[in-house]
């Protein structure tokens, strides 16, 4: 029996197999593409203004991001303000003017492109489409282009009927929109209110018997009520999770790290020492800053280490106990220093250089590991109010990286000192920092991006410890690849060569005893 061999019809490098984008397939146009389990999602919004539509789009951004969703919002407002320049008032807004009516649906369909765009070249998965999108005509629109692109579709309606609430949005948000600079508050409310008006003479919000084949959660009143229908897969299901556990209760999340401790003093990483003699004075003055703070119902969380622990014990309160919130586990290289991981594994130490976010240490973790471990931790944030963390360097910087909307280049590098106190106040569209240095000196723990310029070369694969299939709790773990096993001989990376000197490597790594 004689076997034939078939060609593969796919790139076995792609996630999934992207049919709009094969030079070979011909498509009628109007015709539909099959959906697959991996196809890009678009977040529709769906509401009148000051629903908190924007805000929703932003923090539901923010979080996809962090958790490695690659995610962008589609402003369809911002597309009206750059055609249009200039803004009079509410006529604008008035569902009989033709004029304005055609500028806003080019707008939309602009805005449509774009999303097309961003899934197709620069590699996205998730489109959140900010727009009122209040008639079932657009809806429609939304969906015919969807289906012919193969996306998926989720509607978010925000429904609120409290006018406190929606006047506080105004209030908060609306009066510092483009709109109305230069305009007097008083004025700017009438018009914007007179806006709501116009939308709500065509609004038809989605519903239960006529959409029930549609996927969408419907949000009331800022959370004081949910209905969810049909979520399609896992993006969508961690969606509704996450906006279940959001709310907008004014509270302060207070960020910091364990006092100095031992093992902080001689510049080794890791490892579960406790307090130096000036960590336990942190210890004490932070007791004193929180108590002077008068901060009502908080929380204070450490993770499951001596040196947070005994940091929490100089509060005086209740505290907490999180094993998520433990610092990143540095493997084989715990309780070491820089220079001793540089004269031991020096190719380790030049790939976490090359890619420090995703590069994993030998049996131990990655920053990216470290976000998926504080997912919950984060969830948990969300829904709480007035709370204190008390953590490690590794793991404040992720939680910082959050809540200030820091790209995964960015968070390993965020400067989180010892003996000092970050007050986070969530804002209308971000979060206000407070940095407070409780004037206990400590020894500097921070290391700065390598220096140096870009070497020429051709630049190796970023393999090694980013994506291997070795599993963490492996009892006989196979060795990773190493450079030879590749087929290099020498390693050129940005601002990184393994042949570089001791001294350069070592250069951004700060003083210790």
């Not at 197999?17 to 146009?29: A, E, F, G």
């Not at 008390?390 to 992720?398: E, I, K, P, S």
Request: glycine share 4%.
């Amino acid at each position: 029996m004689s076997l034939k061999r078939t060609e593969l019809t796919q790139n076995p490098l792609q996630k999934i197999w992207v049919p709009w984008m094969s030079s070979k397939l011909s498509r009628r146009r109007g015709s539909s593409v099959p959906q697959f389990t991996n196809s890009p999602t678009m977040i529709v919004m769906v509401g009148l203004p000051a629903r908190g539509k924007t805000y929703i789009s932003k923090k539901l951004t923010r979080y996809l991001n962090w958790i490695g969703v690659p995610t962008k919002v589609f402003n369809v407002g911002q597309y009206r303000r750059d055609a249009c320049r200039t803004y009079k008032n509410y006529e604008f807004f008035r569902p009989d003017n033709e004029e304005a009516m055609k500028i806003r649906k080019a707008c939309a369909l602009a805005a449509l492109k774009d999303v097309a765009t961003y899934f197709t070249q620069e590699q996205g998965q998730v489109a959140v489409f900010d727009a009122t999108n209040t008639t079932r005509d657009r809806r429609e629109v939304i969906l015919s282009f969807a289906k012919e692109n193969g996306y998926k579709v989720f509607f978010i309606e925000s429904i609120c009927d409290d006018p406190e609430i929606i006047a506080e949005n105004i209030k908060q948000v609306k009066l510092s929109s483009p709109d109305y600079i230069d305009c007097d508050k008083e004025e700017a409310v009438a018009d914007f209110l007179k806006r709501i008006e116009c939308y709500k003479v065509t609004y038809v919000p989605l519903d239960d018997d006529k959409d029930s084949h549609l996927s969408y959660i419907k949000i009331f009143n800022v959370g004081s009520r949910y209905l969810v229908n049909r979520v399609q897969d896992h993006i969508q299901s961690r969606i509704v999770y996450y906006l279940m556990n959001i709310h907008v209760t004014p509270r302060t999340i207070y960020l910091c790290r364990h006092g100095e401790s031992d093992l902080n003093l001689l510049g080794r990483i890791g490892g579960d020492s406790g307090l130096s003699q000036r960590g336990s004075q942190f210890a004490s003055a932070l007791g004193k800053y929180i108590k002077s703070q008068s901060i009502p119902d908080l929380k204070v969380w450490t993770s499951h280490m001596k040196r947070t622990i005994q940091t929490a014990e100089g509060l005086g309160v209740p505290y907490e106990q999180w094993k998520a919130l433990n610092e990143i586990d540095a493997g084989v290289c715990e309780e070491l220093t820089y220079e001793e991981i540089q004269a031991n594994y020096p190719e380790e130490f030049a790939l976490r250089d090359q890619d420090k976010y995703r590069y994993r240490y030998p049996k131990g973790e990655s920053y990216e590991d470290l976000v998926q471990r504080l997912e919950p931790v984060i969830m948990e944030l969300e829904r709480q109010e007035n709370v204190l963390v008390v953590c490690h360097q590794a793991v404040m910087r992720c939680l910082l990286a959050y809540f200030l909307d820091k790209s995964a280049e960015e968070l390993p590098y965020l400067k989180c000192p010892l003996h000092t106190v970050l007050k986070l106040t969530p804002v209308a569209y971000g979060c206000k920092v407070e940095s407070v240095f409780l004037n206990i000196e400590a020894v500097n723990t921070h290391r700065d991006r390598p220096a140096g310029e870009e070497p020429p070369g051709v630049f190796a694969p970023s393999l090694y410890r980013v994506s291997r299939a070795q599993p963490m709790a492996s009892p006989t773990p196979t060795r990773a690849p190493r450079l030879q096993d590749l087929g290099v001989t020498t390693l050129s990376l940005e601002n990184v060569d393994i042949n570089r000197e001791p001294e350069e490597a070592l250069l951004t790594v700060p003083e210790h005893i």
